[in-house]
């Protein structure tokens, strides 16, 4: 998991890089979102390889937010494919309890040759629950998705600075993630605002760092990647 804050230039429509943009990131466990989807179970028969997520930050003054997901998976039997749970309420004290990030899906592709996965979906539990594979279709061994979606309302503002907490890989997978890594694109009106970078892994409540930060002012990205492998559930 991780999450990341940013200044209170997003609201003035990023037209001057004032304060500083903090970046906080939480991989394995800090659930951000109310809720979920968990399931105490372990599922022996597939593991994810890597886990990548890439948000570009729109530079407007709504929160919305661009993510593109990229999973590596492996199969060690044959399935019809995944389950991805994507939150579309934020539970925070800064927005208050149920704040809708209408959060839309684009497309969910085959890494290998970009055609489309078919998938089905629904909203649960502040939740938009995705089934993803065709059910009379059996795959085996490495399979790459490709999901793309959209959300707003993702920024807290705050009198002295704003905010962007996000659970990137999510708190409900049944498998381990040998790798989870995290790119965040920010707008280059606020990139020299950049500053105060950390990164947390583990369970629940964990203080723990097993993991990388950078940031690259001139292109604007943020970088975080685990440097241990994550356990089902994190």
């Not at 886990?51 to 199969?75: L, Q, R, V, W």
């Not at 209408?102 to 089934?131: C, F, M, R």
């Not at 009198?159 to 990137?168: I, P, R, S």
């Not at 970078?197 to 975080?224: K, L, N, Q």
Request: with cysteine; net charge negative.
């Amino acid at each position: 998991h991780y999450l990341s804050e940013l200044e209170p230039v997003l609201r003035r429509k990023m037209t001057a890089a004032t304060g500083t943009l903090v970046a906080v990131f939480a991989l394995a466990g800090l659930v951000l979102f109310g809720g979920g989807q968990v399931q105490a179970q372990t599922d022996s028969e597939w593991t994810v390889k890597s886990f990548n997520a890439d948000f570009y930050i729109d530079a407007k003054a709504d929160g919305s937010m661009d993510i593109n997901e990229t999973i590596d998976a492996f199969f060690y039997v044959q399935k019809h494919g995944i389950y991805r749970y994507i939150p579309t309420y934020y539970e925070s004290d800064g927005f208050g309890p149920g704040t809708n990030l209408n959060t839309t899906i684009q497309s969910i592709a085959k890494g290998q040759d970009g055609g489309a996965v078919p998938y089905e979906q629904n909203e649960s539990n502040g939740y938009v629950n995705l089934k993803i594979g065709n059910s009379n279709v059996y795959i085996s061994g490495d399979y790459t998705y490709k999901i793309d979606y959209s959300v707003d309302n993702s920024i807290l503002f705050y009198g002295d600075h704003d905010e962007l907490y996000w659970d990137v890989n999510g708190g409900d997978w049944p498998v381990g993630m040998g790798e989870v890594s995290a790119s965040i694109f920010v707008p280059e009106e606020i990139r020299s605002a950049v500053g105060g970078m950390r990164c947390f892994t583990g369970a629940y409540g964990s203080t723990a760092s097993d993991c990388e930060i950078a940031y690259d002012e001139e292109t604007g990205v943020i970088t975080v990647t685990t440097t241990s492998p994550l356990s089902n559930y994190e």
